[in-house]
């Protein structure tokens, strides 16, 4: 199994991506996360794991296979509270002792806008949620965490997901689901959050890394090509559904209906959710307004 031809790939195995780099990739294929979801082990020694990945027994014996004779895991680092991501850690800090770092719960970060639609009840989240997820110790953005050959800088990163992070590896950024090659983002209310997720790509684009290892696919070499990839996917995106309100008000349902013309149908709920998640901030920039109350069920027209 290949990543785009370039990059050989199988579950359960070790690459070494870079002089202390490994990554193994998780038995989780699906539309959502292509291959699998991508754990990495960084240094030698005494090393770091970043996203453990799904709850998978097989999971947890290869990355504890990964290790060469006499290493141990000192730190779990933990992105996002998705299913695909984070409900290994607790396992992992079980069988190894070693504590799991985050931004927070899978609530942290939350804006009051977002903890309004989540009250609601009406919005069920996009990839699944780790609601039982909880960290062992909390990172503030720009704080570092230190091992003996390896220092993560942890930067909140919030767009994807409330409390995601991306981890800076000297010039070397792991950007979990808010940066991936081969796919955008979803952003889906009220843990995805499209003004937000446009100011962390403004961040990553400030921080210049040299690569990026995404939480799904291979690596990026030209980082700032495809953050700005993305920063004008989205502004297109805004420009094709203020164009699609024209044709008179409609619910994001709708919307998504006119612009995304080429999506498979089993994918046109999680287009539906990106598109209410632009829809939320263009009513925040007065660009266009609900009929009542904002909500996934609203009619939306041009203001």
């Not at 990945?53 to 296979?65: M, Y």
């Not at 930067?155 to 409390?163: D, E, R, S, V, Y």
Request: hydrophobic share 45%.
């Amino acid at each position: 199994m290949t990543d785009g031809g370039k990059i050989p790939i199988g579950h359960g195995v070790s690459d070494l991506l870079e002089p202390g780099l490994r990554r193994v990739i998780a038995p989780n294929p699906s539309p959502m996360t292509l291959h699998g979801t991508n754990s990495y082990i960084v240094g030698e020694g005494k090393v770091a794991v970043i996203d453990p990945g799904p709850a998978n027994a097989a999971h947890l014996s290869a990355l504890l296979g990964a290790l060469a004779p006499g290493e141990t895991i000192a730190h779990i680092f933990v992105t996002h509270a998705h299913l695909d991501h984070s409900p290994l850690a607790r396992p992992l800090a079980t069988a190894t002792g070693a504590p799991v770092l985050a931004f927070g719960d899978a609530l942290s970060g939350r804006t009051p806008l977002m903890e309004r639609l989540a009250a609601t009840g009406t919005l069920e989240g996009g990839e699944g949620v780790d609601a039982q997820f909880v960290p062992d110790e909390v990172l503030a953005d720009g704080e570092e965490v230190f091992g003996p050959d390896w220092a993560l800088r942890a930067w909140h990163t919030p767009g994807h997901f409330a409390n995601h992070m991306c981890f800076q590896w000297g010039e070397v950024i792991f950007s979990g689901d808010h940066v991936m090659g081969w796919a955008s983002s979803l952003v889906s209310p009220p843990d995805g959050d499209m003004r937000a997720y446009m100011a962390s790509l403004d961040k990553l684009a400030d921080l210049a890394p040299r690569r990026l290892h995404s939480g799904h696919g291979a690596p990026i070499p030209d980082a700032r090509a495809r953050i700005s990839e993305l920063m004008i996917h989205r502004r297109e995106r805004e420009a094709a559904i203020r164009k699609a309100l024209l044709d008179g008000p409609a619910d994001a349902t709708t919307v998504a209906a006119r612009v995304y013309t080429d999506t498979a149908a089993p994918l046109m709920r999680a287009a539906a959710r990106n598109t209410f998640a632009h829809l939320i901030d263009l009513t925040e920039r007065n660009l266009v307004q609900p009929d009542g109350e904002l909500s996934f069920s609203a009619s939306f027209a041009i203001r």
